[in-house]
């Protein structure tokens, strides 16, 4: 114990303010929601306990449900899809293209557009009116639909084709970058042996590049979950609440329904879905660490 | 020569200096006395043109304005209740009339100017729902500042006259009206599919084919309600809108709205009296390019809501006594006329002279005089939570084509029982 303070002192005290201040505001914080989803706090807090009233009536909220099960969908297709567009694309450049810095940029360039602006957009050119339904029936084709913001069961699709526009690119960087540190001998080897191209992305490549593709399902995952400015932007919840997600449901009892309690315990449903998530990750990490402490013989 | 005049000007200077620094004193002597801060989200031109002739009332009673203006409602709402439960709260801050400043009364917030209602008379000239609105447990605990209405149609005269209609007296004649607009290539109904609109649109279908027994059963949020068959009619009323709106009408904001009544391509839009505004800045005039009526079936009724200064509590005594002589300030009549004339909207008191204001504006100062015709609207006596889950379900209903009024009066019903 001595030793790992002397060995460890100092760094643990440079540390400690921002340990101290991840304890309070984040931790205590979330202890404090967790205390206010058990009340029947309105527009302020209000600490008499409530036992779990809030609970049963998300249990019963039919736009809970809707933004949860949007939430599964969105997520899940953001992530496969995300990876998909910005793995080809990074292939792609990958190829040794002439403008590939030029290309790169291009494809970058949606990140650095606000989600409200994005969700803005997508919005003029989802208008039948004088979008891109408009401009594909004046090419010719009159019975052409794309009108996917006033349809209750696509609407949620519509977000889901703007956040695709808005993040691929940086997957793209990400698996550029991780390609581009993969060593050329292999690529040698590869030609020598007489493997083809595609073979040796989905069999060799992909599982070196394993970390690089779970940071970016982590980065993808944590974008799902806190869309909310997108949502608002775009389909302001969708016809009803069709596209809405658990970001905004929060948000909005939080505030001009002045529900504090019922927000409160939306997020933490959110929380415990959050951890659920993250539970196989962390153990397979917990067992990986005791596994090599373990060998080393501690 | 200077040497022998410098003692002079030394001492003309030290009298200045003393002159200065003494008024200097007495001046802020009289802010820190009379100073109170404002809170609120009046940011756009006519807006801020209104506040400054309650600022300037404020100053010729001896009083400093701090303004702390916020654009944007949701998040000056959002920072003024952080302050107000904060322990630094400003002297007074912007509520729209309603359940907020009833919970915030009940967090023991807010203060107590009855002394100002009581002197200054207040029960003779506002009318009752109004001063309701700012009562809590018998207490005033805010000066209410403007009134706007809820059951306005807006209408594009040149559109029923190409279309060989009057202006509808009831909700059938209103439908009636419809069809042949339709007939005659106009859109009956200017409106976007956004929740609230439909929500609002249902709010006044409810209040034309019910009246004030029905509006009144449905504001105190009683479920029961929708069972009534003025409930069930408006709800097929709603269902008819659904094929009397433009295809661009999905999920378009109020103002774009206005917009088509406002180039003549549509003849209705139910919106409240801030869609007058959209139409002056424009350049139309009312009654000539532009037509304003009540809701058809209620239309010698005046549907209200408004803004108030709600007073925090937990206050010094100095801002206490700045706080009495702000309400005195925004009740005081010529305050409330020209107030009311930079905003566009009509003054709370009852006993404001009419002469100057236009006439949609006129004729709701009739009505708000008469103590008959004045109904709280929805948005002051149902709480944000209730309000919220109908508007939940009326966007549902509306995204569900094939519904059945039945079943969508359920919805609304059960929406409406949950969210109590």
Known sequence: MKRTWRRFGPAMLAISPSLLAALVFFYGCIGWMIYISFTRSKLVPNYEWQGAVQYTRLASDERWHTALGNLVVFGGLLVILSLAIGALLAVFLDQKVRFEGVLRTVYLYPLSISYVVTGLVWQWLL????????????????????????????????????????????????????????????????????????????????????????????????????????????????????????GKYVVDFSSERSNLGLAAAAAVEMLALLALLLLPQAVMGWRKRRAERL???H | MPQAHAPVRFSRLALRASALAATALVFSGMASAQTIEVMHWWTSASESAAVKVLAETYGAAGGTWKDTAIAGTGVAQKAIIARLSSGNPPG????????????????????????VAQRDKWAASVPAPILQA??????????????????????????????????????????????????????????????????????????????????????????????????????????????????????????????????????????GDWAKGEFL??????????????????QDLYVVMGDAFAMSGKVNAETAAAQ?????????????????????????????????????????????????????????????????????????????????????????????????
Not at chain 1, 200 to 206: D, E, G, K, S
Not at chain 2, 181 to 193: E, M, R, S, Y
């Open chain 1, 295 to 297: 060998a080393a013989g």
């Open chain 1, 127 to 246: 208008n039948p009116e004088f979008g891109l339904q408009k401009i594909v029936r004046d090419l010719g084709f009159t019975t052409f639909e794309f009108n996917w913001l006033a349809d209750p069961d696509r609407a949620i699709y519509a977000v889901l084709l703007a956040a695709l526009w808005h993040g691929s690119g940086l997957v793209m960087a990400i698996l550029l970058a991780g390609l581009r540190g993969i060593d050329g001998e292999i690529w040698r080897a590869s030609r020598i042996d007489g493997i083809p191209a595609w073979r040796m992305y989905w069999h060799v490549i992909v599982p070196m590049l394993a970390p690089v593709i779970a940071t970016c399902v982590v980065l993808l995952s944590l974008n799902a979950l806190r869309a909310y400015d997108l949502v608002v932007a775009l389909t302001g919840g969708g016809p009803g609440y069709a596209s809405d997600l658990p």
């Open chain 2, 324 to 420: 009495k002589k702000l309400a005195a300030a925004v009740m005081d009549p010529r305050a409330q006329r020209r107030f009311a004339l930079a905003k566009g909207s009509i003054p709370v008191r009852t006993d404001v002279p009419s002469v100057g204001f236009d006439e949609c504006a006129v004729n709701a100062m009739k009505l708000m005089a008469d103590p008959k015709a004045v109904v709280a609207g929805a948005p002051i006596v149902l709480s944000g939570d209730v309000n919220g889950a109908i508007t939940d379900a009326i966007g549902k209903i509306w995204a569900t084509p094939s519904i059945k009024p039945d079943a969508a009066l359920q919805m609304l019903a059960s929406a409406m029982k949950a969210a109590k």
């Open chain 2, 92 to 115: 007074a801050s912007m509520f729209n009339f309603g359940k907020r400043i009833d919970e915030m009364a009940s967090e023991g917030l807010l203060g107590d100017i009855s002394d």
């Open chain 2, 281 to 298: 800045s424009a350049g139309k005039k009312p009654g000539v390019d532009f037509g304003c009526m009540l809701t058809p079936g209620a």
């Open chain 2, 134 to 271: 700012v009562t809590y447990k018998g207490k005033v605990v805010a000066v209410p500042v403007t009134v706007a209405g809820v059951n306005w149609v807006w209408f594009s005269p040149k559109v029923l006259k190409t279309a060989g209609v009057a202006a509808p007296k009831t909700m059938d004649e209103m439908f009636a009206a419809a069809d042949k607009i339709k007939a005659a290539g106009f859109t009956p109904f200017a409106i976007g599919t956004q929740a609230w609109q439909l929500n609002w649109l249902y709010g006044n279908l409810l209040l034309g084919n019910g009246g004030r027994a029905v509006y009144e059963q449905f504001t105190k949020a009683d479920p029961a309600v929708y069972a009534t068959p003025s409930a069930a009619k408006a709800m097929e009323h709603l269902l008819r809108v659904r094929g009397l709106i433009d295809p661009a009408a999905t999920n378009r904001s109020w103002n774009d709205s206005t917009n088509l009544v406002m180039t003549d391509r549509a003849a209705f839009q139910f919106m």
